[in-house]
């Protein structure tokens, strides 16, 4: 059975940096391509970005809204993805889901986490 | 970047078919995924490649994209559709993801 663990959210003041992680189970994490995807509170789904598999490049690709500032990774040898997230704003409060991708040139999201809130406030 | 316009809302009584649509410039060029996400759950896959189910997800759920519409047509609609639906495609021209606003349904 696939398992997606997030953790690491909380509370962040403006300006300040948190790492998510996402522990995942259940298939072969190193094959996998993987996303992240956060929904504010009360609003609908948004891409943040994707890490493709080492053997595909292991190349990252982010959203407008957060390039420059996040960054993800992944250990394979700790089947964990992570997001770095630095010079936080309160507009990236939300939900962040870690997600599975279908490694296809139109990919979609085949299993999700539970999510972790991520709440950026002074 | 590529703009994905779902309506706000769906009604429609059980039992009757339910269609929730998905505007984007020749949406029908991409391929299209649903997700259903229930309050306080993780969205659900269930429909992707605009029209295969992935494996659990009832034949009452199926989809269509042609021209500047995708829809997904939900048969039989059950209390238990209540929920958001999220319409996604791969902008390949930026390589990002795109979602749709959302779409809330309601059963009468």
């Known amino acids: 059975e696939v398992q997606l663990v997030e953790s690491g959210g909380g509370l962040v003041k403006p300006g300040g940096s948190l790492r998510l992680s996402c522990a995942a189970s259940g298939f072969t994490f190193s094959n996998a391509w993987m996303s992240w995807v956060r929904q504010a509170p009360g609003k609908g789904l948004e891409w943040v970005g994707r890490?493709?598999?080492?053997?595909?490049?292991?190349?990252?690709d982010y959203a407008a809204p957060v390039k420059g500032r996040f960054t993800i990774s992944r250990d394979d040898s700790k089947n964990t993805l992570y997001l770095q997230m630095n010079s936080l704003k309160t507009e990236d409060t939300a939900v962040y889901y870690c997600?599975?991708?279908?490694?296809?040139?139109?990919?979609?999201?085949?299993?999700w986490g539970q999510g972790t809130l991520v709440t950026v406030s002074s | 970047s590529y703009v994905l316009t779902q309506p706000p809302s769906v009604s429609v009584a059980p039992g009757q078919t339910a269609r929730i649509t998905c505007g984007g410039n020749n949406i029908g060029s991409k391929s299209v995924h649903w997700y259903q996400q229930k309050p306080g759950q993780a969205p659900v896959l269930v429909v992707y490649?605009?029209?295969d189910r992935p494996s659990g997800i009832p034949e009452r759920f199926s989809g269509s994209n042609s021209g500047n519409t995708a829809t997904l047509t939900i048969s039989r609609v059950e209390a238990g559709d209540e929920a958001d639906y999220y319409c996604?495609?791969?902008?390949?021209?930026?390589?990002?993801?795109?979602f749709g606003g959302g779409t809330k349904l309601t059963v009468l």
């Open positions: 490649d605009d029209s």
């Open positions: 997600t599975t991708e279908m490694a296809t040139t139109h990919p979609w999201f085949d299993y």
């Open positions: 890490i493709k598999s080492k053997t595909d490049g292991g190349t990252t």
């Open positions: 996604q495609v791969w902008d390949s021209s930026s390589d990002l993801g795109v």
